[in-house]
């Protein structure tokens, strides 16, 4: 079955440390986004990549970082220079299609801080 | 990036129908109007698209009037399992570009029995 898949589905994190959420899709699509959502709120854009080997900062992309070495991989670090992280976070990937953008979303990781 | 705006919640009941309305003044003519529905706990789901006048699909319809400064998704006969969080985006996709995916704060859908 093609999908986007995040994994963990639950993270703990302690202060200070670094922590990676994975991102992997089989749908062969070119474009991946990550997102974060507060408890009651929308979702954020933290950054996007159109190709292999780039990548955008979104609109709260300070704290984060990610890498794009393959097309299907899309992994976000939550360093510890993000003060609060504790959020619901969500991958999406786009197909290349120009127009029709249909998003997939992966199930989301929950990380916490303790 | 065009700009939506939407309510913030609305409360329906078993079997009516429901419209949420979208505002989007500076949309561009490049520009599509998405909705997508989200479940707590879950990554947002597309419900339907469209770029002018109806779109119809199984679960939906999106009326855009002419000057595509705004749109409305329909649901009808709502039942309780639509309640979830409905967001109305507007992009333009550059092909072979960086494409933003703006998602605002989307409309709260409470559907009582």
């Known amino acids: 079955d093609g999908g986007i898949t995040q994994s963990p589905k639950y993270l703990f994190r302690k202060e200070g440390q670094n922590v990676t959420l994975s991102c992997e899709q089989n749908l062969n699509h070119d474009a991946m986004y990550w997102y974060r959502q507060d408890p009651g709120q929308g979702l954020r854009l933290i950054y996007y990549s159109q190709i292999v080997n780039d990548f955008q900062k979104g609109d709260i992309a300070e704290g984060y970082s990610v890498s794009r070495e393959k097309k299907e991989s899309f992994p976000l670090t939550v360093t510890s220079a993000q003060k609060n992280p504790t959020a619901f976070y969500l991958c999406?990937?786009?197909?290349?299609?120009?127009?029709?953008?249909?998003?997939?979303f992966g199930q989301g990781t929950r990380l916490t801080v303790v | 990036l065009a700009k939506t705006t939407q309510p913030i919640s609305m409360d329906s009941y078993e079997g009516q129908e429901v419209n949420i309305t979208c505002s989007h003044n500076?949309?561009?003519?490049?520009?599509?109007i998405t909705w997508y529905q989200q479940f707590p706990s879950q990554g947002p789901r597309f419900i339907i698209q469209?770029?002018?006048t109806k779109v119809t699909n199984e679960v939906a319809s999106l009326f855009i009037p002419a000057d595509r400064k705004s749109s409305t998704l329909s649901l009808p006969r709502v039942s309780l399992s639509d309640t979830a969080v409905y967001y109305c985006?507007?992009?333009?996709?550059?092909?072979?570009?960086?494409?933003?995916?703006?998602f605002g704060a989307g409309t709260r859908l409470a559907v009582h029995p």
């Open positions: 500076n949309i561009a003519t490049n520009d599509y």
């Open positions: 469209g770029y002018k």
């Open positions: 985006l507007v992009v333009t996709w550059f092909s072979g570009g960086y494409n933003k995916l703006i």
């Open positions: 999406a990937s786009v197909p290349e299609t120009g127009g029709y953008t249909e998003a997939f």
